[in-house]
């Protein structure tokens, strides 16, 4: 049974190469005896996997990978694999898609117990709820999120430059050299305008046809609302035509600032339902939420602005659905997407964000004049279409470079 896996395993990582790795690679402690790596569909979580093996170990007999929703996992049932592995001296068991499993959670609390000296390292949709019950698993499992691209990467694996990440305060304090260091290598305006169209996905390396790009993102996402999100949630799949409707209402705005009531009475469903609906879409990486800057000392369900989660997906709904899009709204969801990930953002009835409850930042193009922010207070302007700024005038790119 255990050599079919090895055998499936080998053919898999032929087409994997250490020559490009996440950044997460280096933030996962895998000392840790269980693992999870979330993220939304085709942010590279498989590839991830696979390269850990083949960085730390030189046989499947030490590292076996599978994956849960094979047709073989399914009916030797995850845990039999496991003890078997495990019993045989294996060392560390990778599971992907775990989210496909049935009962997932419980059986990797039942290995996790009952196999002290090993490891396991799951990867799943970024809807996975690791806290379910019985099988509550947040006090076993380190969890990590895997985002898509940022744009430093992008410029990484696409050969164009190899760059270190930048910290918040140092485009801050000092955006210009910044800027100037990177500006003479690459033509950044030209390859940012290219990552924010289709960018943030992996599947540009396999294809450099843009409409080969469109058609895999429009695949994954077809497949989250159709596979992921009622396999997760336990929706019925006659509310997947409501959940596409959400998403072309947000697609079309500029951008979409949430009336529920009005909301409700458009897509003809209650206001709970729309809540959830919005909870699950930005679960599943298809929204991104902005709440006002309240939200950091009370609870507020209701978010001030709706996104879609990356520029990407806006530029997908333009060309599938032929909404037009507003390069505002494209240039403020990037903002809003890479500084999101290690900083506390928050909308203002002012500017556009506020960011750590302590840098105001509005975002415009290269001719946005300083009209909702205070530059001789700090106070700063980001602005697309330009190399290099000046003072308290930053180039959008920058913040591409902070993971």
Known sequence: MIERFFNIQKEVEKSISL????????????????????????????????????????????????????????????????????????????????????????ELKNIYDSFPSNHIVFSGSSMLDIVKGKADLSRRAVIYNLKGLSFREYLGISGQVSLTSLELHDIVEDHVTAANDLAGEVEVLKYFQEYLKKGYYPYFIESSKEANYYNKLNNAVEKILYEDIPSVFNIKVSSIPLLKRLIYVVASSFPFQLNIDGLSSDLKTSRETLYLFIEYLEKAGIFNLLYSGTAGKKIVRKPLKIYLENSNLIYLTHRTAGFEYEIGTVREAFFLNQVKHKHRIFGSSRADFIVDEKYVFEVGGRSKKAKQVDLSAGEFLVKDGIEIGSHHIIPLWLFGLLY
């Open 19 to 106: 020559s490009f790795q996440r950044y997460l690679m280096t933030e996962i402690d895998f000392s840790e005896r269980l693992i999870g790596i979330v993220g939304a569909r085709g942010t590279g979580k498989t590839t991830l996997l696979l390269q850990h093996y083949k960085k730390n170990f030189s046989s499947p007999k030490e590292c076996l990978y599978i994956s849960a929703d094979n047709i073989y996992v399914i009916s030797e049932g995850l845990f039999s694999i496991a003890e078997y592995f495990f019993r045989y001296g294996g060392k560390t068991l990778l599971v992907d898609e775990i989210h496909k499993y049935p009962n997932w959670a419980q």
